[in-house]
């Protein structure tokens, strides 16, 4: 209630200054067994209280995988109320190649026809050189 509440005053002021505030869903079962949101539903819910443009969630799909999976369902359901995305590599929130357990060229491109016209985020560590790993990452995500 506190976090609709505060919510609903900040987006007075970040939508005068074209700001968007993104609410961003962590797994608890893996990185962050204490975080408050780690559910994409609940998150949904509070986005969907606001009810504001400027109020939308980051879907980190790395840490939704964990939580929930399903996750082309949900971003072609809830297109409207995601932001942002974040992409990293499971297991291990490694770099996110064809070796994990997520196709994210397919992902990608469902949330394109799903109507998102913003970019993807890297959030991940490397297994490799940084530089040779953000190379055939893009590579892979633009197969």
Do not use: C
Not at 77 to 106: K, M, S, T, V, W
Request: hydrophobic share 40%; net charge negative.
């Amino acid at each position: 209630e506190n976090m609709i509440e505060t919510l609903i005053h900040i987006a007075k002021v970040v939508e005068k200054e074209d700001i968007t505030v993104l609410l961003e869903p962590w797994n608890t079962k893996i990185d962050h067994p204490y975080n408050f949101l780690s559910d994409p539903d609940v998150a949904l819910d509070i986005i969907k209280t606001v009810n504001h443009k400027n109020i939308k969630i980051l879907y980190d799909i790395y840490h939704m995988q964990i939580m929930k999976g399903n996750i082309t369902h949900f971003i072609k359901e809830n297109i409207q109320y995601i932001g942002h995305f974040h992409i990293a590599g499971i297991p291990g929130r490694r770099d996110p190649l064809a070796n994990n357990e997520l196709n994210y060229p397919f992902i990608i491109k469902e949330a394109i026809k799903a109507g998102y016209k913003g970019i993807f985020g890297l959030e991940y560590w490397p297994t490799m050189k940084p530089e040779e790993s953000l190379k055939a990452v893009i590579k892979y995500l633009n197969s």
